[in-house]
């Protein structure tokens, strides 16, 4: 007997302390989405890559607000999101520890300002998509004029630039048309 407690003391401790010492992840560890709004641009590329449909974003004209949100309750924490931001406004923690008391703790939120149209006047971007478009256009070099000259074209939604060259085509035929005729 005395033999057999000496071999248990040699062992030492197989299991650990958690809940009461904290558990120790390794390196890499997915756990817990953690988002900063600050970074956000709302361009919808992790709600449309998520598996377990957890992200999701809604729009609403009236308003002229779009709405991004995460449920946590459905997260399987596989890192897509992750993957496709561009601005890196979502990353993984190593957070695993997700017990709430109420199921409105596990939701995250943010709220993003719909951009108008400068032709319709309907908002259909968020502002700070249009915002992120021009400072990449900066950072890439071009000078702040040139930059300012392209902003009209982030600030027209797809249907009205759609409306507009379609237009401009017609007469750009009507012109190519009346030039053959007279020759």
């Known amino acids: 007997m005395f033999?057999?407690?000496?071999?248990?003391?040699?062992?030492?401790?197989?299991?650990v302390k958690y809940p009461f010492k904290p558990l120790e992840v390794c390196p890499g560890f997915r756990g817990k989405p953690k988002y900063d709004p600050a970074q956000c641009i709302a361009c919808a590329a992790c709600t449309s890559v998520c598996p377990a449909n957890a992200l999701t974003m809604e729009t609403d004209i009236a308003s002229g607000e779009r709405r991004w949100q995460l449920f946590l309750g459905r997260c399987?924490?596989?890192?897509?999101?992750?993957?496709?931001?561009?601005t890196r406004a979502i990353a993984l923690s190593e957070e695993f520890e997700m017990a709430v008391t109420q199921k409105a703790d596990l939701y995250v939120t943010?709220?993003?300002?719909?951009?108008?149209c400068r032709v319709c006047h309907q908002p259909f971007i968020a502002k700070?998509?249009?915002?992120?478009?021009?400072?990449?256009?900066?950072?890439?070099?071009?000078?702040?004029?040139?930059?300012?000259?392209?902003?009209?074209?982030f600030e027209t939604c797809p249907d009205c630039k759609r409306h507009q060259n379609l237009h401009a085509n017609r007469?750009?035929?009507?012109?190519?048309?009346?030039?053959?005729?007279?020759?």
Do not use: W
């Open 171 to 183: 007469n750009l035929r009507l012109r190519h048309n009346t030039g053959r005729e007279n020759q």
């Open 76 to 86: 399987i924490f596989c890192g897509r999101c992750e993957e496709v931001c561009p």
């Open 3 to 15: 033999k057999l407690l000496k071999t248990i003391l040699k062992a030492g401790e197989a299991t």
């Open 128 to 153: 700070k998509s249009v915002e992120y478009a021009m400072a990449l256009l900066a950072h890439s070099g071009l000078d702040d004029g040139a930059v300012e000259a392209l902003r009209p074209l």
């Open 110 to 116: 943010a709220t993003f300002a719909l951009q108008e």
